[in-house]
């Protein structure tokens, strides 16, 4: 299965000078991919394309949008969740 980071739209804020530099991180099971960090933009196109091997068509696949943080943790912006048996269709 292909599972495909595309763009984010109109993100918060998160840094303490007003910026945000987002990552997404797509996992099913336990196999994860990770885009590219976009340095400071709220309306992030990564275009990127990831293949996941599909081992149970019941299960969700995540994905997870964060703010990358140079000297701290990054912060988690937002999480989506899609089960495998829509994508398939």
């Given at each position: 299965?292909?599972?495909?980071?595309?763009?984010?739209?109109?993100?918060?804020?998160?840094?303490?000078?007003?910026?945000?530099?987002?990552?997404?991180?797509?996992?099913?099971?336990?196999?994860?991919?990770?885009?590219?960090?976009?340095?400071?933009?709220?309306?992030?196109?990564?275009?990127?394309?990831?293949?996941?091997?599909?081992?149970?068509?019941?299960?969700?696949?995540?994905?997870?949008?964060?703010?990358?943080?140079?000297?701290?943790?990054?912060?988690l912006i937002g999480v989506a969740?899609?089960?495998?048996t829509v994508l398939l269709l």
């Amino acid at each position: 299965m292909r599972g495909y980071c595309l763009q984010a739209q109109h993100l918060p804020k998160m840094d303490l000078f007003g910026s945000v530099d987002p990552y997404c991180v797509l996992r099913l099971g336990n196999q994860e991919r990770k885009s590219r960090i976009i340095k400071k933009n709220y309306n992030p196109e990564w275009k990127e394309d990831f293949v996941f091997n599909i081992t149970d068509e019941k299960e969700e696949l995540m994905l997870s949008l964060y703010d990358w943080d140079r000297t701290s943790k990054d912060e988690l912006i937002g999480v989506a969740r899609v089960k495998v048996t829509v994508l398939l269709l």
